[in-house]
């Protein structure tokens, strides 16, 4: 049982270059969400999803796209990566607005040089 | 909005004690409350949840946390702490009224003392 599953692990990117996180859950949860963790920070809510085709951003979402075509995957872009984008990402899926208990991906370590 | 305090940055405790993690929160209607665990280098785990009715909730791993509306607290507590209970806790609230989607606390680090 595979949970939430988020590649790659690790990516080292120069400023200006775009990418994608990716996160796929295998649980058919509608719920999805991806968080950026930084020291002292906690996790902040970057853009979120309540089903396929539905997405609205979070608490900082500049700098980040998002979107949801299937209930499976939810990809994060950034656009033009910066310095201050270098964290450790991770994305969440809940089952429903009922249960609301969240399960984390493994997390991405993203560093802008 | 709701938010999520987590006042203590750092908590040190020597093996055998007991432990208290402090979590407030700020939501107008009955939240829901969860407890998650991070070791180094890895995801977040959940070791608790309060979604409705008895206010003490066990959890994985030994833990508990209580629920008091009057002081808007739900407190992780650990009556004998374990070496492998190092790790970083985060409180985090998921409204019963908007989006369903969580926030966290800053977070708690434990280090444990042997």
């Known amino acids: 049982n595979a949970g939430v599953t988020q590649t790659p692990k690790f990516q080292v990117l120069k400023t200006g270059q775009s990418m994608t996180l990716q996160c796929a859950q295998d649980?058919?949860?509608?719920?999805m969400s991806w968080y950026r963790q930084d020291p002292g920070m906690g996790l902040r809510l970057i853009h979120y999803?309540?089903?396929?085709?539905?997405?609205d951003q979070g608490e900082v979402p500049n700098g980040y796209n998002v979107s949801r075509s299937t209930t499976e995957d939810f990809p994060l872009r950034l656009l033009s990566a910066a310095p201050s984008q270098t964290s450790v990402y991770f994305c969440a899926s809940s089952r429903d607005r009922v249960n609301t208990e969240a399960f984390f991906g493994q997390g991405t370590r993203l560093t802008v040089v | 909005a709701q938010s999520v305090t987590q006042p203590d940055i750092h908590i040190t405790v020597s093996e055998g004690a007991s432990l208290e993690l402090r979590c407030n929160y700020s939501y107008g209607a009955t939240p829901y409350l969860f407890w998650y665990v991070q070791s180094p280098g890895q995801g977040l785990q959940l070791l608790l949840k309060?979604?409705?009715?008895?206010?003490l909730v066990q959890g994985i791993k030994g833990f508990e946390a209580e629920f008091k509306r009057s002081q808007s607290s739900f407190n992780l507590r650990k009556p004998s702490v374990h070496w492998s209970d190092a790790a970083e806790y985060f409180c985090a609230v998921g409204a019963s009224g908007g989006s369903y989607i969580p926030t966290f606390g800053r977070g708690t680090s434990l280090i444990v003392h042997p």
């Open positions: 649980m058919n949860h509608e719920y």
């Open positions: 999803s309540v089903g396929a085709g539905i997405t």
């Open positions: 309060y979604f409705s009715g008895d206010t």
